[in-house]
């Protein structure tokens, strides 16, 4: 089944201690993307990743960071949480000439204290 | 600063009813519009989209309508059915430019269909 996996699903952490929220896709695509979900904000993108070593910052990539080491994975890592980080957070994938059309994962709750 | 504006964050329609919900835009540079659609504890799935060449587009029970001089776009459904509850959001890309696959959500709207 094609799709897109995050986990934890859900978080419960502490200032200060840095996290990592994996995902993954199975679609090969070359196109991945963080958001973070807020109320009265809608979605906004954090990072995004054009392929394998390319990344590059969103509207709010303040406090996070990514990797792009294979092509199926993009992990979101927060080395210092803090409690403004609590959000909701979807990792999406999208095809080639059809960056637009976004596959999303089933998201990351986070709670940081 | 919000580019991307759905005024309205909740509507409730009886089934068999149309639903319309709104968008607004505030970027020309915009040249393509989605919309999506989220339920409970899952992620937003692709809905239907436009490109800013057109002025409307039709997929079975939905359609979206695009007025590039108001800046402004509608989601119809029609007939509402009770299990298009759900969050919608509204979505705009530059897809024309460099910035391709970046995506400016609106807030969403929660529509709730009554049997």
């Known amino acids: 089944e094609a799709q897109v996996t995050q986990n934890p699903r859900y978080l419960i952490t502490v200032t200060g201690k840095k996290l990592t929220v994996t995902c993954s896709q199975n679609m090969n695509h070359e196109y991945m993307s963080w958001y973070r979900q807020d109320p009265g904000l809608g979605l906004r993108q954090i990072y995004y990743?054009?392929?394998?070593?390319?990344?590059d910052k969103g509207d709010v990539p303040e406090g996070y960071k990514v990797s792009r080491k294979e092509k199926r994975n993009f992990p979101l890592i927060l080395e210092s949480p803090s409690p403004n980080q609590t959000s909701l957070y979807f990792c999406?994938?999208?095809?080639?000439?059809?960056?637009?059309?976004?596959?999303f994962g089933p998201g990351t709750r986070l709670l940081v204290l | 600063d919000q580019q991307v504006k759905q005024n309205s964050p909740s509507l409730s329609v009886q089934e068999g009813r149309i639903s319309i919900l709104n968008c607004d835009y505030t970027?020309?540079?915009?040249?393509?519009f989605l919309w999506y659609k989220k339920y409970p504890a899952e992620g937003p799935t692709f809905l239907i989209s436009?490109?800013?060449?057109?002025d409307k587009n039709e997929d079975g029970r939905f359609t979206v309508f695009l007025n590039k001089s108001a800046k402004h776009l509608s989601l119809h459904i029609v007939p509402s059915q009770p299990g298009d509850s759900a969050v919608y959001f509204c979505?705009?890309?530059?897809?024309?430019?460099?910035?391709?696959?970046?995506?400016?959500f609106g807030q969403g709207t929660i529509l709730t269909v009554h049997p």
């Open positions: 970027n020309s540079m915009f040249d393509y």
């Open positions: 999406a994938s999208s095809p080639p000439a059809s960056e637009e059309t976004q596959y």
């Open positions: 990743s054009m392929n394998v070593e390319v990344t």
């Open positions: 979505a705009a890309s530059n897809a024309g430019g460099t910035s391709y696959g970046k995506l400016t």
């Open positions: 436009i490109s800013s060449i057109k």
